[in-house]
């Protein structure tokens, strides 16, 4: 992993944005079925555009298949319900990855429950976020990755979810305060706390 998907080179503070995930082509697109009143053709679109890091980011917090296929379910269900209410004040990507951070701690709260880490070895939750993996990786960006993956394990689910949302949803602190309902200052500062706890986390795991 380079760049911003790797909490091993973010920087102490987080201040770097890092790239943006929102489909613009796909957006403009849904937005103007949404004004003809197609919702049901400005959702497909959505979710070709939008659900499978929607999905892998709920199977990251939820660390269960079936439950993570229900988060995505219920944010495009939300989603068709209450898009013609959009008030286009952020992209509708990050209204969906709102909706999806809240529908995936509210499966946590109804008491779903994880599978052993083991088992979830052939699904590789970082490379559904981060794009198809260079079928040339080197072993030690394979490493890089699951080491990783054991690192944000660690973190609490509300934690981990507003680390993965700067820096694999591409989410700004303000648009991650709005949706979690916490200042932007308070994100930014919880986040850059977390930042060392993973560089930490990574060196103990064998990683420079």
């Not at 700004?172 to 930042?195: D, F, K, M, N, W």
Request: with cysteine; glycine share 8%; net charge neutral.
């Amino acid at each position: 992993m380079t760049g911003s998907d790797d909490p091993s080179s973010m920087p102490p503070g987080g201040s770097d944005l890092p790239r943006s995930r929102v489909d613009q082509a796909a957006e403009d697109a849904a937005l103007a079925c949404i004004q003809h009143g197609q919702i049901g053709e400005a959702l497909q679109i959505l979710m070709k555009a939008y659900g499978t890091p929607i999905t892998a980011f709920a199977l990251r917090i939820v660390r269960n298949h079936e439950a993570a296929k229900d988060v995505r379910q219920q944010v495009f269900l939300e989603a068709f319900q209450g898009i013609d209410k959009f008030q286009r004040r952020a992209s509708l990507w990050t209204w969906l990855c709102g909706i999806a951070y809240h529908r995936s701690l509210d499966e946590l709260r109804r008491g779903k429950r994880a599978p052993p880490l083991s088992k979830l070895d052939q699904f590789d939750v970082l490379e559904e976020l981060v794009g198809e993996p260079d079928p040339l990786m080197d072993p030690d960006q394979t490493a890089t990755r699951r080491a990783l993956e054991r690192c944000l394990e660690k973190l609490a689910p509300p934690l981990r979810s507003q680390v993965m949302m700067r820096y694999f949803l591409g989410l700004s602190y303000a648009e991650i305060g709005e949706e979690v309902g916490a200042p932007q200052g308070t994100v930014q500062v919880r986040v850059s706390r977390i930042l060392p706890r993973l560089r930490r986390c990574l060196k103990g795991e064998g990683l420079p």
